[in-house]
């Protein structure tokens, strides 16, 4: 069984939220399981209208395609045909030339969950006591610290963490990001905008985590934090907790 809490707030800076979500509800196809977060870019209304797109288009390509075929490639392929859709707005639009979105999502079968990411939103999985980041940020910083040529105290990767590699619809094709956790109960997933990550170490997360029992209470205390810690960006939040009982 799962618990879900999911916040998403325009923070203390932008005068737009281009942050958007979604949880999943039982329309019967492999949607029914799932969570999305992204986080818009290109402008006022571009970044708003790639954010809902991705949001909204997976979930719909999920559902119809329904609960025939391999798990991950059903994600993949929908994360792909998505893209493609967003593209080809994005070139026949002046009006929204240049938008682009990040994705993570998470389906659960059972007792693990199916992730693909694409850009700088991110995948925690909190279990025993621990926090370990699941995805791999698509950021030219993050990038240069896997490769070993840079610091994440150093002053370039603070003057260009928001510098992102890959997005949803700024190309024609998506290389996204497949990974698989097992979560058993007493597990929690966290899926987040870098409004949140951005402005929050990975100990304040997981003392978060640690200290708030309650699935929406440990939600709404991480968007606050964010926003104590600057606000700087719209923050958007999911949190499932898989508790003892299975019931999707």
């Given at each position: 069984m799962l618990k879900v809490a999911a916040f998403t707030d325009i923070g203390l800076v932008r005068q737009n939220n281009e942050d958007s979500l979604y949880i999943g509800c039982p329309w019967g196809g492999l949607e029914e399981n799932l969570f999305v977060v992204a986080d818009g870019m290109g402008g006022h209304k571009g970044g708003e209208y790639a954010s809902r797109f991705v949001a909204r288009r997976i979930p719909e390509l999920l559902h119809a395609r329904g609960k025939k075929g391999n798990i991950?490639?059903?994600?993949?392929?929908?994360?792909?045909?998505?893209?493609?859709?967003?593209?080809?707005?994005?070139?026949?639009?002046?009006?929204?030339?240049?938008?682009?979105?990040?994705?993570?999502?998470?389906?659960?079968?059972?007792?693990?969950?199916?992730?693909?990411?694409?850009?700088?939103?991110?995948?925690?999985?909190?279990?025993?006591?621990?926090l370990m980041q699941v995805t791999e940020d698509h950021s030219l910083v993050e990038e240069m610290v896997r490769s070993g040529r840079l610091e994440r105290d150093d002053e370039m990767y603070r003057a260009n963490r928001?510098?992102?590699?890959?997005?949803?619809?700024?190309?024609?094709?998506?290389?996204?990001?497949?990974?698989?956790?097992?979560?058993?109960?007493?597990?929690?997933?966290?899926?987040?905008t870098d409004g949140l990550h951005g402005m929050l170490e990975g100990d304040l997360i997981t003392g978060i985590l640690t200290e708030e029992e309650d699935t929406e209470a440990a939600a709404e205390r991480l968007v606050a934090e964010a926003k104590?810690?600057?606000?700087?960006?719209?923050?958007?939040?999911?949190?499932?907790?898989?508790?003892?009982e299975e019931n999707t």
């Open positions: 991950d490639r059903a994600l993949e392929e929908a994360t792909e045909k998505a893209n493609a859709a967003l593209y080809r707005i994005s070139c026949e639009s002046e009006e929204l030339k240049g938008l682009g979105s990040t994705l993570v999502m998470a389906y659960w079968d059972k007792s693990r969950f199916h992730i693909i990411n694409v850009g700088d939103s991110r995948a925690y999985l909190f279990r025993d006591g621990l928001h510098v992102i590699t890959r997005a949803m619809g700024t190309e024609p094709y998506v290389d996204e990001d497949l990974f698989r956790v097992e979560a058993p109960p007493g597990s929690r997933l966290l899926l987040c104590k810690g600057g606000g700087k960006d719209n923050i958007t939040v999911i949190l499932i907790d898989v508790l003892e």
